[in-house]
């Protein structure tokens, strides 16, 4: 059968491309190594953080305003409650780059925010404990995806628009000749007139079946739930959260519905291909007792360690996202690169392309993310 469009990928960007594809009317096939959401590449672990006023850059905001606004509809469509208005709690030293670009995208897309002192962030959650060395920038109308059941309702809708998507295989082989594209897993062969690219981790080999040498550096990260007082760390009372410490880039999430505080590390990790095993939370010392002692600083009332997980970032040598064309083959688009914070945008992701597949072209500036900037 040939398609219109095939999306390599099926996680968090290419399922919404998926949707956003099968939703214009495009025949649209969805292949994945897996089954997605699956537990084998960047996507799992219930919960990511939704942030607007961004840290990394007012460049993101306008994306990250819009993917909100799909994420409101994908829940209005659904029927599902997959975003929690938990707010966001960003912590750092005053000077530092990141909370002055909060501050700044603040200011310039009126977006309601609290700079907080440590004292009035220790007496608003009595669950933190923060040195007075840092402020707090309270975001009270970003919040928590659950990220899992975002990529199932984009796939449920997917399929219901007449998608076709192929679990467990993997893709071997890419061909590009005359505006037709062919890939080839181990027991079939397929083709269409374009391809979109959102391979996750394994991006790297699969842009070089494409002719690219992108620099993309696939990481181990790990993340863990602690046990808490729920009067404390609750979703209702207490944030999700980023500090910026002078220790490391620590993130995390409040309990929800009995799961315990989720706690991370964004800066970090080990190298690894991600076509090999990788080492289980707990397998390396340093995985439980760096986020312990996070916890010692910052949260000490959290109490006992109940699991960990390992999961996969893909990292650009500027931490910004590849969004864009293939600069030779226009019927091919990339995501790739999304350097551990990407799920935000999925939404809009999806809808960046859609319409560039569609029209070679979209409304939003995705400039900052061109894959010739390397
Ligand atoms: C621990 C952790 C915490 C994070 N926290 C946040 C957060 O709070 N907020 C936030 O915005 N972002 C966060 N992120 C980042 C975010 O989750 C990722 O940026 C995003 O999920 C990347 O999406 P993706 O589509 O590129 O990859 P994935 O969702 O992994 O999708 C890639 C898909 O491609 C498939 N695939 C790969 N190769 C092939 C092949 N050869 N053939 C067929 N299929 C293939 C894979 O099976 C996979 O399903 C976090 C990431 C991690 C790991």
Redesign the pocket.
Known sequence: MHYDVIV???????MAAGYFLSKSGKRTLL????N?P?N????H?DT???RHAYGEGEKYVPLALKAQELWNDLEKVTGKQLFLPTGVLNVGYEKTDFIQNIISSSKTYSLPLEILGSIEVNKRWPGITLPNKYIGCFEPTSGVLK?EECIEAYRELAERNGAAIITN????EIMVHDKKVTIKTDDHTFSANALVV?????SGS?LSMLDLNVPLNPVR?T?AWFDVNEDLYNHKEFPAFSFETSQGHY?GFPNIDGSGLKV?RHDGGETINPDEAILGFGELEKDATDLRQFLHHYMPSTQQLKYGKT????LTPDEDFIIDLHPTYSNVAI??G?????????SVVGQILSELIISGKTEHNISPFSINRF
């Open positions: 390599l990928g099926a996680g968090s960007m290419g292949v994945d190594s897996f997605p699956h084998k590449g960047s996507h672990g990511r953080i939704i990220c295989s993997k893709v071997k959102s391979a996750g981790a394994w699969l990260k993340f993130y991370g999961c996969m970032y893909t995501a790739s999304f350097s551990g914070h990407g799920f935000k945008f999925s």
